[in-house]
């Protein structure tokens, strides 16, 4: 589909050759940590020092490092373009979307580092992380704290003090993935500064410290139903060196920055993950006979196999323009464009109606595959399992809908959406955008209450429009 709806790119060798190898061995090493569920953390070495180190087989190291390789995070600098990095991801996801996740908080470490740090704190760790070799950096993105990962205003507690040239964070990171990264990027609060999302700032923590002792601790890795290929651990700072990214009274929007990167990404994944759901249910559809021949060939069926798919191809088109915006201004620095909130609010769609698909789309395909859908040995159950958490992290689908709501409130990026479907907007699109005028009419406690159809009716028919913008259609 790649190819087909994004058009034939530079990357068509590159992507050509992941792919021999997934097919080849990624498969059976992405099953088998799967099935191998959480890793372990050795937290001391022999002679009793501490070094959390993370207990997963070389192979697992092996297949992370081939996407590194591959030029997920470097190609991104090297081309001045992330799309690389989403059609790697894309690809990546159709075998192991939690493999991803590695992957995507990498890069929405060096996408910050690269823009808001200062050059010394710059040239000390960006290249690290564009290694070409076994030798790259990873980074990650820690926000979430124990009381909860919607409300960063109120819940985050981690406070940072100030000291000669660098800041000191003390805290605990509830949600931790890639715990074990060198350089991690996370939210705390300035000792002093106001309370709520205003008075928090984004700060770049080394594994590290200067000294080369550990910087932060893992507490323990979640037990979790998938995204076994990615350890997501909890994170004890105290006192740890960290570098402020930006200034300090910005530092909401760096968070928000950082979290939409991750939400494209979590978007083709989810698209990815849908197509290999489908794939499979294809192949199972074809040879499984009932009433006497293939049920793909019974018509109620095939018509839901047909609808899935072109849901697949709008639900695809959603999520590549939502990247080919965010390619376009993620260089921008506030006060933001109306093309970097049309991209927030193709974003917040995006996310919240390609999480949702897959989930439907990953049951249905269980479904598809009758009570063999349902055993552990027939890979469909952990589609399911997987769509499960894409559906959650990088924000939930209430705080999608709401956050498209928010920016089409403050920055009337609905106009902004119609202007940029143009020739392919329909009917039912300038419907939606009526629709919506008369939502922001009401008081706003009942306008929250009634939105959700309205939003993901808006999320459908911007998906069904933009795919007659794709090369293909
Ligand atoms: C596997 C996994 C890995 C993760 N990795 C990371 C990571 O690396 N870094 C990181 O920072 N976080 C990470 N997270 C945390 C993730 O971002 C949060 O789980 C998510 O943001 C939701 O926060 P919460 O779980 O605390 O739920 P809460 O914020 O407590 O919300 C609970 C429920 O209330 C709903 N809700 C909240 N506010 C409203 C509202 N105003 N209106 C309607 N409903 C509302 C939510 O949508 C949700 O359904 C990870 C989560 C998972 C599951």
């Known amino acids: 589909?790649?190819?087909?709806?994004?058009?034939?790119?530079?990357?068509?060798?590159?992507?050509?050759?992941?792919?021999?190898?997934?097919?080849?061995?990624?498969?059976?090493?992405?099953?088998?940590?799967?099935?191998?569920?959480?890793p372990w953390v050795r937290m001391f070495d022999a002679e009793g020092k501490r070094v959390d180190e993370i207990l997963y087989s070389p192979d697992y190291w092996r297949m992370l490092k081939r996407g590194y390789r591959a030029g997920v995070l470097w190609r991104a600098f090297k081309d001045q373009s992330l799309l690389p990095s989403f059609l790697l991801i894309y690809l990546t996801s159709f075998y192991d979307c939690g493999l991803t996740c590695p992957y995507t908080v990498s890069l929405s470490t060096a996408l910050p580092l690269s823009k808001y740090a200062s050059p010394a704190i710059r040239e000390r760790f960006l290249p690290k992380l564009l290694r070409e070799d076994d030798s790259v950096w990873?980074?990650?993105?820690?926000?979430?704290?124990?009381?909860?990962?919607?409300?960063?205003?109120?819940?985050?507690?981690?406070?940072?003090?100030?000291?000669?040239?660098?800041?000191?964070?003390?805290?605990?990171?509830?949600?931790?993935?890639?715990?074990?990264?060198?350089?991690?990027?996370?939210?705390?609060?300035?000792?002093?500064?106001?309370?709520?999302?205003?008075?928090?700032?984004?700060?770049?923590?080394?594994?590290?410290?200067?000294?080369?002792?550990?910087?932060?601790?893992?507490?323990?890795?979640?037990?979790?139903?998938?995204?076994?290929?990615?350890?997501?651990?909890?994170?004890?700072?105290?006192?740890?060196?960290?570098?402020?990214?930006?200034?300090?009274?910005?530092?909401?929007?760096?968070?928000?920055e950082v979290l939409n990167v991750s939400r494209i990404a979590n978007s083709l994944g989810s698209v990815a993950l849908a197509q290999r759901a489908i794939a499979d249910a294809l192949n199972f559809?074809?040879?499984?006979?009932?009433?006497?021949?293939?049920?793909?060939?019974?018509?109620?069926?095939?018509?839901?196999?047909?609808?899935?798919?072109?849901?697949?191809?709008?639900?695809?088109?959603?999520?590549?323009?939502?990247?080919?915006?965010?390619?376009?201004?993620?260089?921008?620095?506030?006060p933001y464009s109306d093309r970097y909130h049309l991209f927030r609010l193709l974003a917040h769609l995006a996310k919240y109606w390609t999480a949702e698909f897959a989930v439907q789309t990953a049951k249905w395909c269980m479904e598809v595959h009758g009570g063999l859908g349902v055993l552990a040995e027939f890979r469909v159950e952990r589609w399911l399992r997987e769509a499960m958490i894409l559906a959650i992290w990088e924000g939930t689908a209430h705080r999608q809908l709401l956050d498209a709501l928010e920016v089409i409130d403050r920055k009337k990026a609905h106009g902004t959406l119609l202007q940029y479907l143009g020739p392919v907007s329909t009917a039912e699109v300038r419907e939606m955008v009526e629709a919506v005028d008369a939502q922001l009419k009401l008081p706003p406690d009942e306008r929250e209450r009634t939105w959700e159809p309205i939003g993901a009716r808006l999320a459908k028919v911007t998906a069904d429009a933009l795919l007659r913008k794709m090369p293909a259609s």
């Not at 790119?9 to 099935?35: F, H, M, N, P």
């Not at 109120?154 to 406070?159: F, G, K, L």
């Not at 018509?303 to 709008?314: G, I, K, M, S």
């Open 138 to 256: 990873q980074g990650a993105t820690w926000m979430t704290e124990i009381k909860g990962g919607s409300d960063l205003g109120a819940n985050v507690e981690t406070v940072a003090t100030p000291q000669a040239d660098l800041w000191r964070l003390t805290g605990d990171k509830y949600f931790a993935s890639n715990a074990g990264a060198e350089v991690a990027v996370a939210a705390a609060r300035p000792k002093g500064a106001p309370g709520g999302v205003r008075g928090l700032a984004l700060f770049l923590i080394p594994r590290w410290r200067e000294d080369g002792a550990l910087n932060y601790t893992i507490r323990r890795l979640k037990d979790k139903i998938a995204t076994r290929s990615v350890p997501t651990g909890e994170i004890e700072l105290r006192d740890s060196e960290a570098y402020l990214l930006g200034t300090a009274d910005e530092g909401i929007y760096l968070i928000l």
């Open 285 to 334: 559809a074809e040879s499984r006979i009932a009433f006497g021949r293939p049920i793909l060939d019974h018509p109620m069926l095939r018509a839901q196999f047909e609808e899935r798919v072109r849901d697949l191809r709008a639900a695809f088109a959603l999520a590549w323009h939502a990247g080919l915006l965010l390619n376009e201004v993620w260089q921008e620095r506030r």
């Open 1 to 38: 589909m790649l190819h087909s709806m994004a058009g034939t790119t530079r990357y068509a060798s590159v992507l050509k050759e992941c792919e021999a190898w997934w097919e080849q061995e990624g498969r059976a090493i992405t099953d088998a940590v799967d099935r191998a569920q959480t």
